[in-house]
């Protein structure tokens, strides 16, 4: 599944995102900690940052100037409701040129859709964006073997892609 078609399905299924329902702790706790290694609180980047803004919320709270990126126009429609305030990209992270360096980086639940052959790259693009000392969170599907796999779980097909990078 090529990103542009990711970005599709994930506009087909904002409103999950969007609602009352939805788990907004997912990934907080372990934001908390990488938070509390950053030695210094400037400029944040929330990679996949969709709709829901809280890791962009948790950024602000933490004195970042967060930024996001996202494939979904639909996810960055709402995201920009929700934090007027806030840069969003609507961009493929795969070819994206990342304009700054950044103190945090979070790719939560995100870089695990990109294509196999391009983990790597989008990782090493990722690190080599931090400022010094910076820190960079991220997370990936089941590991249990390198491959990749459709799940049609919120709706719409997306893939899912496992490597050891």
């Known amino acids: 599944m090529e990103p542009s078609e990711l970005g599709y399905a994930y506009d087909e299924i904002v409103s999950i995102w ?3 329902s939805f788990d907004r702790l ?5 934001h908390e900690r990488a938070i509390s290694f950053v030695k210094n609180r400037g400029q944040a980047l929330d990679v996949g940052c969709g ?3 809280r890791f962009i919320e948790l950024l602000l709270n933490n004195n970042f100037c967060p930024e996001g990126i996202d494939i979904s ?4 429609k ?3 409701k929700r934090h007027p305030q806030i840069t969003f990209y609507q961009q493929d992270i795969c070819c994206w040129d990342i304009p700054q360096k ?3 980086i979070t790719a939560w ?3 695990w859709h990109i294509p ?17 000392d910076g820190i960079l969170i991220f997370s990936f599907g089941g590991t249990d073997k390198e491959g990749d796999h459709t799940d049609n779980f919120m709706g719409p097909k997306v893939e899912i892609v496992n490597s050891f990078v």
């Not at 997912?26 to 372990?30: C, H, K, R, S, Y």
């Not at 126009?73 to 960055?76: L, Q, T, V």
């Not at 990782?123 to 010094?132: D, E, G, H």
């Open 26 to 30: 997912n990934g907080i706790t372990q």
């Open 51 to 53: 709709c829901t803004g």
């Open 78 to 80: 709402v995201a920009r």
């Open 102 to 104: 950044y103190d945090f």
């Open 73 to 76: 126009a639909k996810m960055i």
């Open 18 to 20: 969007d609602s009352e």
């Open 116 to 132: 196999l052959n391009q983990q790597e790259s989008v990782l090493t693009k990722l690190v080599s964006s931090l400022n010094l």
């Open 109 to 111: 639940d995100s870089i």
